[in-house]
């Protein structure tokens, strides 16, 4: 039975995109009995508007949320009276619509290849049945060592 990755490439030869800023991900499917794998389709995903960050932006540059962001922080996926920045909510794309964005996306893949990834994002993936892994490597040589790791382990 076939199973499918999404990676992030820039070129569809190379995993070098991080998770957080790439729109394209490249779904592969590889057939589960042989290993063999062909390129299906690139499926976009567009970041939110640089308005809709902007909320998220204040959080994580003014070192944590006051009083009077609390509300504004909260919407960044941060409590009142936290560090935004530390919590993992200032990068750009791991806002939760855009997580959700990806997900929806990404829904039919079982595993995504990426060349950074941080825990945040990788753990909301993994909830939704997707294993985030990081391979900053050639997409062949990538998906032959994961299907390897797959054959032995995801029975």
Do not use: N
């Amino acid at each position: 039975m076939p199973y499918k990755i999404a990676a992030t490439s820039s070129d569809g030869k190379k995993i070098d995109q991080h998770f957080g800023q790439t729109e394209r991900f490249r779904v592969i499917q590889v057939e589960e009995a042989t290993g063999t794998w062909e390129f299906l389709e690139e499926r976009i995903v567009r970041r939110e508007a640089e308005s809709d960050r902007a909320t998220e932006t204040v959080c994580a540059t003014s070192g944590g949320c006051t009083p009077e962001k609390a509300a504004g922080c909260a919407e960044a996926g941060c409590g009142a009276g936290q560090s935004c920045a530390s919590s993992g909510c200032g990068g750009l794309g791991h806002r939760d619509a855009q997580l959700q964005a990806v997900i929806k996306a990404l829904a039919d893949c079982r595993y995504l290849l990426t060349a950074r990834i941080g825990p945040k994002p990788q753990t909301i993936l993994q909830r939704a049945g997707i294993t985030a892994l990081e391979s900053p490597a050639d997409i062949t040589a990538a998906v032959s060592k994961l299907h390897a790791y797959h054959a032995k382990y995801a029975k």
